[in-house]
């Protein structure tokens, strides 16, 4: 799912080894963050490639994007990863895109932006006959984003229009057992700003007031409460069944990690102050993130650190290790950075299991 060494954090330890690039994505058992060992595989790249990013992990595979040597200004091409075997797929017209899921069939789905005559567009797409496709779109719309996909390939994701009417928003979803339709589940209220989402169809959004609504699957709704003492800059990172991480900042300074559970209560998580941080969480509520510098994304701090259910677990990795996803089976997959020029990693895909 989707969905970003030697170390020692309050009473757990934790191990890292590091295998071949060649060794295959296996899918362990479903795994949490408790004590145990961590074994970091790089990942084989495609002929012509350099560096590349892990955006989703688990169910037997990885998926994410590759490109080359010269990687300024270079889309990264769609790669998925199964059996220690790299495979690509070709994309025309896009400008930009990113991985978004992938399940144990093998789908994987990604949000692309496309430049038709300089008209921007953005599109969902998905894995057939070696190429990403774009899904079709509700009538009265040329915009979509997906969110998340359903381990049976159902994709939830939102459909949006900027000509004319800014606010026009639905939420929709894409049935994978028939190809070319696209369903509207919901209209979603005006001014909102959507923020995450899931496979199941759950979506949290940050409403014309600035309250940030979770709505569950079944159309109940419930606010994401604002912790004590936690006064600005909560904007969700990511979700999973029911559960919604973000990074706040404290009223006197610095950032703090957020765990929402389900009924919308919030939970602070403990060794998390830092000047940034990126999470993310799987359906177990297996939490990964990092810290990075104030003012770039070069990660600043060894490794990265895992929680359980709000239970700080321990630091795993190396400096310039980025986790971007953690899969509901417990891997996480990210980069393993070699280089931070411009505060800005470069590396090659990487997973991380633990045992």
Not at 34 to 44: D, M, R
Not at 121 to 127: A, F, H, R
Request: glycine share 14%; hydrophobic share 35%.
């Amino acid at each position: 799912m989707r969905s970003r060494i030697l170390g020692v954090a309050a009473t757990t330890a934790v191990l890292v080894t590091t295998t071949s690039m060649a060794q295959a994505v296996a899918a362990p058992e479903a795994a949490t963050a408790a004590a145990c060992s961590w074994t970091k595989t790089l990942l084989p790249l495609p002929a012509g490639k350099a560096y590349g990013e892990v955006q989703a992990t688990g169910q037997g595979g990885a998926a994410g994007g590759t490109r080359p040597e010269s990687q300024t200004n270079v889309l990264p091409q769609v790669t998925s990863w199964k059996d220690g075997k790299a495979t690509t797929y070709e994309h025309s017209n896009i400008i930009y895109m990113t991985v978004i899921d992938r399940n144990s069939a093998g789908a994987v789905v990604s949000n692309g932006s496309v430049n038709w005559f300089g008209y921007t567009s953005n599109l969902v797409y998905v894995n057939r006959d070696g190429k990403m496709e774009p899904l079709p779109q509700p009538a009265g719309y040329k915009r979509s984003k997906a969110l998340g996909m359903a381990a049976d390939g159902d994709i939830t994701g939102y459909s949006y229009e900027l000509n004319g009417d800014a606010k026009k928003k639905v939420l929709v979803r894409w049935p994978s057992d028939r190809p070319g339709e696209v369903q509207v589940v919901t209209t979603l209220p005006d001014e909102s700003y959507v923020r995450v989402g899931d496979g199941d169809g759950s979506v949290v959004y940050t409403d014309g007031n600035g309250k940030d609504i979770l709505r569950r699957p079944d159309g109940g709704t419930v606010e994401l409460k604002k912790p004590e003492g936690v006064l600005y800059g909560l904007l969700p990172d990511d979700m999973s069944n029911g559960r919604v991480v973000a990074a706040g900042d404290y009223s006197g300074g610095g950032r703090v990690g957020v765990l929402w559970e389900s009924d919308g209560t919030p939970k602070l998580l403990p060794q998390s102050v830092g000047p940034n941080f990126e999470y993310r969480i799987n359906s177990s509520g297996m939490i990964v993130g990092y810290t990075t510098s104030l003012n770039s994304y070069e990660p600043n701090n060894d490794g990265f650190q895992v929680w359980q259910l709000g239970t700080y677990t321990g630091r795993v990795g190396a400096k310039g290790d980025i986790p971007s996803a953690v899969g509901d089976d417990g891997t996480v997959g990210g980069v393993s950075v070699k280089d931070t020029t411009n505060g800005i990693g470069y590396g090659p895909p990487a997973v991380w299991r633990c045992s």
